[in-house]
């Protein structure tokens, strides 16, 4: 298995650019998660989806769209990239709750 | 508002020494805790686990203390290690699954 793959890892873009980050998973988890990882701010929830076609808001939406057509994916979208939104970002799934996490996707807006 | 708040930010211990970090939560419907261990470039990976109907968990040289009555939680590493050196988070999870983060902790453990 190869667990969560995220993809790319590395990411530049420039502000009011758009790009989808890719989140696929093998372990048919039904919970899958997005976190931003900020510098000392530790991890925060931007969205996540209990199952395929539910996705909800978690502490930090804004700027932020996903959807879920399949068990396995959950990309994640940004519209109009924005300095402040320059992060790593972490998806995640889970059977029960305690999350499995990719490698992370370094993005900046510059 | 940091629905789990941990401390210190930073840590450096010798090798052979116990690494303490703590964590306090004022959220009672809280029902997992556990704790995540991430090196550089990498994901956090789960390192130990606790329910709160449990006040001690072993395994190996990771031990979680758990407080229900003061609503604290931390994570003792006995015996640190070189190789221990990572950013630890601890983490609380509610009954919809979602867990939130503390804002880690720094680890370095000198030779």
């Known amino acids: 298995n190869a667990g969560v793959t995220q993809t790319p890892k590395f990411r530049i873009l420039k502000i009011g650019q758009s790009m989808t980050l890719q989140c696929t998973q093998d372990?048919?988890?039904?919970?899958m998660y997005w976190y931003r990882q900020d510098p000392g701010m530790g991890l925060k929830l931007i969205y996540y989806?209990?199952?395929?076609?539910?996705?909800d808001k978690g502490e930090v939406p804004n700027g932020y769209n996903v959807s879920r057509s399949t068990t396995e994916d959950f990309p994640l979208r940004l519209e109009l990239a924005a300095p402040s939104q320059t992060s790593v970002y972490f998806c995640a799934s889970s059977p029960t709750g305690i999350a499995f996490f990719g490698q992370g996707t370094r993005l900046t807006v510059v | 508002q940091q629905q789990v708040k941990q401390s210190p930010q930073s840590l450096i211990v010798q090798k052979g020494g116990i690494s303490i970090i703590n964590c306090a939560y004022e959220?009672?419907?809280?029902?997992?805790f556990p704790w995540y261990q991430q090196f550089p470039g990498k994901g956090p990976a789960l390192l130990i686990a606790i329910r709160p109907d449990v006040s001690e968990k072993k395994e190996g040289r990771f031990t979680i203390s758990f407080n229900k009555s003061a609503k604290q939680f931390s994570l003792h590493i006995m015996d640190s290690q070189p190789g221990d050196s990572a950013t630890y988070f601890c983490?609380?999870?509610?009954?919809?699954?979602?867990?939130?983060f503390g804002t880690g902790t720094r680890l370095t453990v000198i030779p």
């Open positions: 959220n009672t419907a809280f029902d997992y």
């Open positions: 372990m048919n988890h039904n919970y």
């Open positions: 989806s209990v199952g395929a076609g539910i996705t």
């Open positions: 983490a609380a999870k509610t009954g919809a699954n979602n867990l939130f």
